[in-house]
């Protein structure tokens, strides 16, 4: 009988990228995937950005060990580099590999599978604990996964990823006060430039149409690198343009980036190969409607708070975030769809000093909002911070509540512009629920979610003519012809139906 596997994600866009890679070396290793009550590796990618995150993957390695015994419970990710011992003493847990050996977490685990049921590791009768691989160098921090692949649908469904991640860059050395990252990730890496365009290339040929290049501090990337005698210095821009000009990706979406490495080049980018380009345009890709850079920018804000960022130790102050949203909305134009990270209750921060957050959110063009309540990371300086000056919680779910409210109207209106418009989107794999409805998942290359009339394939490249917004709150579509343009007789057909 083939051996199993289940991977639990929790985190961010680079955490998953992590743990898809896992996932990519089980399969080539003939593992096939399975729920994690059936499972017979149970890897649990944490996170540790919160005490929330930390909570929650507890909450899963007890349920999976509850439910599943006999499953070996390999724990990686942020919160195995910041507490293995921790995470090693508790039931069911068979190893413990911090971000600093993530690149010997298949190694390390496909060991564990090799071995008969009921086996224990010598180190755990020695010390009580599962072992651990965990260190402070970061050596062996950096995946560099097989090549990312648009996946079909596997079992469990939930896991399937039309757009895989591609994670480019690894740690953050940008020290805000409230951030455990650069403790549990270490210090900015990149993955070099030949070996982006070969997974990139790898991607394509694989039938890929999507690709979503992230990293902890994407806009670092390159930063690293050698620079070759007489080349210009390797900068995300230049990346990007590489992959846009010697690859033939249909499209490629930027994932998060501070505010400040949005530079001039970058912007560039966006002129170049954003938009709404009808087939034959250089941008647009032979037989393509739509930009092949998408338009969408995530750009974490955190406060709106002058003296609040101060704090926190972040780059930027809140006229420099207004500007680059200028620059970003002048090179994508008005379809652009912003999202950004905003932190509540920070420590000391004061009602007035939340009132200029939300000033600031109600006078940009935001789609959507991450919203967090700070929780204090041991170790960082907000840790510190926190004991002297804490926002008692009811302000902080006051706050919340507020700017959920406010996030959920920026998203309304937002989305609301785009009915009776065409755009280009991808098809998604898409939950039963809605399957039986015979409507199908997609995503605008603005980012913004349909549910498209029709069955459909995953991974297509469409054009949608967008007919309203549903009680979730996703916009309906119906699918149209690629390279058909916008006309007023669509808009006509959109309000009749």
Same mark, same amino acid.
């Given at each position: 009988m083939q051996a199993s596997f289940h991977i639990e994600h929790f985190g961010c866009?680079?955490?998953?990228?992590?743990?898809?890679?896992?996932?990519?070396?089980?399969?080539?290793?003939?593992?096939?995937?399975?729920?994690?009550?059936?499972?017979?590796?149970?890897?649990?990618?944490?996170?540790?950005?919160?005490?929330?995150?930390?909570?929650?993957?507890?909450?899963?390695?007890?349920?999976?060990?509850?439910?599943?015994?006999?499953?070996?419970?390999?724990?990686?990710?942020?919160?195995?580099?910041?507490?293995?011992?921790?995470?090693?003493?508790?039931?069911?847990?068979?190893?413990?590999?911090?971000?600093?050996?993530?690149?010997?977490?298949?190694?390390?685990?496909?060991?564990?599978?090799?071995?008969?049921?009921?086996?224990?590791?010598?180190?755990s009768l020695a010390s009580g604990a599962a072992p651990t691989w965990v260190d402070d160098s970061f050596a062996h921090s950096f995946l560099e996964e097989s090549l990312v692949a648009p996946q079909a649908q596997p079992a469990p469904p939930q896991v399937a990823q039309t757009r895989p991640n591609l994670k480019i860059q690894e740690g953050c050395g940008n020290r805000c006060t409230f951030c455990v990252i650069p403790q549990t990730r270490g210090p900015s890496k990149s993955l070099p430039a030949a070996t982006v365009l070969r997974q990139v290339e790898g991607f394509v040929s694989a039938g890929g149409k999507e690709l979503v290049l992230s990293g902890i501090n994407l806009g670092r990337w390159g930063r690293d690198l050698r620079r070759v005698a007489g080349d210009p210095p390797p900068t995300l821009a230049g990346l990007v343009r590489g992959i846009l000009e010697q690859t033939s990706l249909p499209r490629l979406r930027l994932s998060s980036i501070e505010p400040m490495d949005w530079d001039g080049d970058l912007l560039a980018l966006l002129v170049e190969f954003g938009g709404d380009h009808l087939p034959g345009s250089p941008s647009a890709g032979p037989g393509r409607w739509g930009g092949r850079l998408a338009r969408h920018a995530h750009l974490p804000l955190q406060?709106?708070?002058?003296?609040? %960022?101060?704090?926190?130790?972040?780059?930027?102050?809140?006229?420099?975030?207004?500007?680059?949203?200028?620059?970003?909305?002048?090179?994508?134009?008005?379809? %652009?769809?912003?999202?950004?990270?905003?932190?509540?209750?920070?420590?000391?921060?004061?009602?007035?000093?939340?009132?200029?957050?939300?000033?600031?959110?109600?006078? %940009?063009?935001?789609?959507?909002?991450?919203?967090?309540?700070?929780?204090?990371?041991?170790?960082?300086?907000?840790?510190?911070?926190?004991?002297?000056?804490?926002?008692?919680?009811?302000?902080?779910?006051?706050?919340?509540?507020?700017?959920?409210?406010?996030?959920?109207?920026?998203?309304?209106?937002?989305?609301?512009?785009?009915?009776?418009?065409?755009?280009?989107?991808?098809?998604?794999?898409?939950?039963?629920? %809605?399957?039986?409805?015979?409507?199908?998942?997609?995503?605008?290359?603005?980012?913004?979610?349909?549910?498209?009339?029709?069955a459909l394939a995953a991974n297509c490249l469409v054009s949608v003519l967008l007919t309203g917004i549903s009680a979730q709150g996703n916009l309906r579509a119906v699918p149209k012809e690629i390279g058909e343009s916008e006309s007023s007789k669509n808009l006509e057909a959109a309000q009749a139906l």
């Open positions: 866009r680079a955490a998953r990228a992590d743990g898809e890679a896992v996932g990519q070396h089980f399969r080539a290793a003939g593992l096939v995937e399975q729920e994690p009550a059936v499972a017979d590796l149970v890897i649990v990618n944490t996170c540790s950005v919160t005490a929330e995150a930390d909570r929650a993957a507890r909450a899963f390695i007890r349920s999976a060990h509850r439910r599943n015994p006999a499953a070996r419970i390999v724990v990686t990710g942020c919160y195995a580099q910041r507490a293995p011992a921790e995470l090693a003493a508790m039931p069911g847990v068979a190893a413990v590999v911090g971000n600093s050996h993530k690149a010997l977490a298949p190694e390390i685990a496909l060991n564990l599978a090799a071995q008969p049921t009921g086996f224990i590791p010598l180190e406060s709106g708070s002058d003296a609040v %960022l101060a704090r926190m130790h972040r780059r930027y102050r809140p006229w420099h975030y207004i500007q680059k949203v200028e620059a970003l909305l002048k090179a994508a134009g008005p379809d %652009l769809t912003l999202g950004a990270d905003i932190m509540v209750g920070f420590p000391g921060e004061t009602d007035a000093e939340f009132e200029e957050t939300v000033a600031l959110v109600r006078s %940009l063009p935001f789609g959507y909002l991450h919203l967090f309540p700070f929780s204090p990371r041991p170790g960082t300086p907000g840790w510190a911070l926190h004991l002297e000056q804490p926002v008692p919680p009811a302000a902080v779910a006051e706050r919340m509540t507020a700017l959920r409210l406010l996030g959920a109207e920026k998203s309304q209106i937002h989305r609301s512009r785009f009915i009776g418009r065409q755009l280009p989107a991808i098809t998604l794999h898409t939950p039963s629920d %809605l399957a039986l409805r015979n409507r199908t998942s997609a995503l605008t290359d603005n980012f913004l979610p349909v549910e498209l009339e029709g």
